[in-house]
């Protein structure tokens, strides 16, 4: 069940109006969804995963998109690629260019050939970067520049490759927390100027970074972060975000957005939540 927080709320006094924007987003359902192998601190192979319970919250997940005005597309699901319910790791896809993603791990780069049809399917040429870029959990579009992340997956020097392929300027940041190892697990966009983030899963010299970029970001506590409460989808007033991450949800409404809580608990087994299965066309 979709739990819009403060749908019927008006914006707290003195904060900015927000203006929601129709959004384009890609989607897989996870048919072939389970934890086979350990890739990332989220992940136990000995947890039992329900695929039927995983099906339901995703289709919650897209109904919530349909239902918020946003046009939905499908990649089917592939047989032996269990996390391709995750399809912001796909690739990127920004000012008519589709990067499809280059995976760090043998076990997910089945799922780069999947994404990559469906690119050639809907108009666009495939760009390949020559080294590992897991897609948008690691660039995440702010107006006019790309915030990119290393650390984990993504390699650093995939984000000039990026930047040269869709023509927009990259602001590299390095994590340092395995439990955040995409960027888009530490750091939320919410619309072309706002973004909340988890200082501590960034090296100093980043946080200084966001500082300076973002003055009045907010700032996530642990708690929220914790159930991956940054992985979500923004239309630039509502916020799609884990129903676990209520203290987010409170700042979320306290500055002029509305927050839209969805249970992906399932899908976090896989170290995954909203964002993670959200790959975004931008325009």
């Known amino acids: 069940m979709t739990l819009d927080i403060s749908a019927a709320s008006a914006p707290t006094a003195g904060t ?9 987003y890609v989607m ?3 048919h072939f969804f389970a934890v086979d192998y350990v890739i990332n601190p989220w992940m136990d192979t000995s947890s039992s995963v329900d695929v039927d319970r995983a099906l339901s919250q995703w289709e919650t997940l897209r109904q919530t998109y349909i239902g918020l005005g946003h046009a939905v597309e499908l990649v089917d699901p592939v047989a032996g690629l269990p996390d391709m319910v995750y399809a912001a790791n796909g690739g990127t896809v920004i000012n008519g260019t589709a990067v499809v993603a280059r ?4 076990e997910r780069a089945g799922e780069a050939v999947a994404y990559a049809e469906w690119m050639s399917r809907n108009g666009y040429r495939p760009v390949e970067t020559t080294h590992v870029n897991e897609g948008q959990g690691d660039f995440l579009a702010v107006g006019t520049t790309l915030l990119a992340g290393h650390g984990f997956r993504t390699d650093r020097r995939a984000h000039d490759e990026v930047a040269a392929h869709v023509g927009m300027p990259v602001v590299s940041l390095e994590l340092t927390d395995p439990r955040f190892y995409h960027l888009d697990t530490a750091l939320a966009v919410l619309d072309d100027a706002t973004i909340a ?3 501590p899963a960034f090296t100093h010299q980043s946080r200084a970074t966001l500082a300076g970029l973002f003055p009045g970001a907010i700032e996530v506590a642990s708690a929220d972060a914790y159930v991956l409460g940054l992985n979500v989808v923004s239309d630039g007033l509502h916020v799609v975000l ?4 209520t203290g987010f949800a409170e700042q979320l409404d306290a500055a002029g957005f509305r927050p839209v809580g969805v249970d992906l608990s399932e899908l976090l087994k896989g170290g995954g939540s909203v964002k993670c299965c959200t790959l975004e066309v931008h325009p």
Do not use: I, Q, V
Not at 103 to 106: G, P, S, T
Not at 242 to 245: C, H, R, V
């Open 16 to 24: 900015t109006a927000r203006t929601a924007r129709p959004r384009r």
């Open 197 to 199: 983030y988890y200082p």
């Open 28 to 30: 897989t359902p996870p």
């Open 103 to 106: 995976f760090a791990h043998e």
């Open 242 to 245: 884990p129903s676990a991450a």
